[in-house]
């Protein structure tokens, strides 16, 4: 038989199984676990999005992989109407959520052994996954000028960021879109928070005139659902950008099966023609963001950056990511060390403010005890 790796060994451990002794900790607390550590929506889908899935449940055909012109049209006017970016619907392509575009993209480019792929040094785990996986060189580097000569084939840029929230203005990115073409690298912008801006200036798309010059040639934009919508149970997201790629995108995909069902392709649809619930929802994070931030701080907790997304990334004075984790675990507090994120993160927590009003409400007294 012929040698061969195992999956254990090519890939790191999947982050928060190193969590559990601390969710069983913050489970044992006598008022129950108030979990903060991964960002799952917990509000309810949209009234007229599960109609929408409903109604097309009588699906036993086939769905396509391009996606319907319909939902490629929604995506389109959404992209035009919310974010400044004119992009025709041919040039949009669905895919099941978010995650699996960016674990499989490098891979679905042909990106391979002996090319570097460029990710953020505090970035979501699964950029360096999905490098990996493809056989490729993951190098995190926010500064590409330090790269020098290396032949980058793709770079990651993630704004609003996960875990950070930090925001990339327009010179930045500008400045990552001309170095990549400079070199013939494609850019792939991860914007999936980007609706959800709270502070300074709000976050731009990659496709924006004003950062791309109006060509979208070689770059990609991802967008999802999950936040926006709460569809994270429906993997719903899509990508959208330089017609080339997408063209690329699809026709791989195609031989793949990456389809997502024609159910939730319809509730994608009414979900991006309707901005009202979008705005409820963000209210309803905001709200309890400005708990969560308040209890934090006053409990000796720095919040930097923060400015977007659905967590505030925190630091204690006294403790590192760890001792954070461990500290609010034993008041019933479960968060994400800052460590999943990059070496980085390590005097940090991300902490997210997608739980249940009641349970925000039971965070922000158990802070109280620590201030």
């Not at 090519?10 to 960002?39: E, I, M, N, Q, Y």
């Not at 004119?86 to 040039?91: C, L, M, Y």
Request: aromatic share 6%; with cysteine; charged share 20%.
């Amino acid at each position: 038989m012929a040698d061969r790796r195992r999956v254990a060994d090519r890939l790191p451990t999947f982050p928060w199984d190193r969590l559990a002794p601390h969710k069983a900790t913050a489970a044992a607390h006598p008022d129950g676990p108030v979990d903060l550590s991964v960002g799952t929506p917990v509000d309810s889908v949209p009234e007229r999005v599960r109609q929408a899935l409903a109604a097309a449940s009588d699906s036993p055909g086939y769905p396509a992989t391009y996606g319907t012109p319909e939902l490629r049209a929604a995506a389109s006017d959404w992209l035009a109407r919310s974010h400044g970016v004119t992009v025709e619907p041919s040039a949009v392509l669905p895919s099941v959520g978010s995650k699996e575009f960016v674990a499989w993209l490098p891979t679905l480019l042909g990106v391979g052994a002996g090319d570097t792929v460029v990710y953020p040094e505090l970035a979501y785990p699964t950029y360096d996954v999905g490098i990996r996986m493809a056989g490729a060189d993951p190098v995190a580097a926010d500064g590409l000028t330090a790269l020098g000569p290396a032949p980058v084939r793709l770079v990651w840029i993630n704004s609003p960021a996960n875990p950070t929230g930090r925001v990339l203005g327009v010179e930045h990115l500008r400045k990552v879109v001309s170095w990549a073409r400079e070199r013939g690298a494609v850019v792939a912008s991860d914007e999936c928070y980007i609706g959800l801006g709270w502070e300074g200036e709000e976050p731009v798309s990659v496709l924006h005139p004003d950062v791309c010059g109006g060509s979208h040639d070689g770059l990609i934009a991802l967008h999802s659902l999950s936040k926006r919508s709460n569809l994270a149970g429906y993997r719903a997201a899509f990508a959208a950008g330089d017609q080339a790629l997408i063209d690329e995108l699809l026709a791989v995909r195609k031989h793949a099966g990456m389809i997502v069902p024609a159910p939730v392709q319809a509730a994608m649809r009414a979900a991006l023609d309707d901005d009202g619930h979008a705005d409820e929802q963000k209210a309803r994070y905001g709200a309890r963001r400005t708990a969560l931030r308040g209890a934090l701080e006053a409990a000796g907790w720095e919040i930097t950056h923060s400015r977007a997304g659905l967590y505030l990334w925190a630091a204690h004075p006294d403790r590192d990511a760890w001792g954070s984790v461990e500290l609010l675990a034993e008041h019933g507090v479960l968060v994400a060390p800052g460590e999943f994120y990059g070496p980085a993160g390590a005097g940090h927590v991300r902490v997210a403010f997608t739980a249940p009003d009641e349970r925000v409400d039971a965070a922000v007294k158990r802070l109280r005890a620590l201030s």
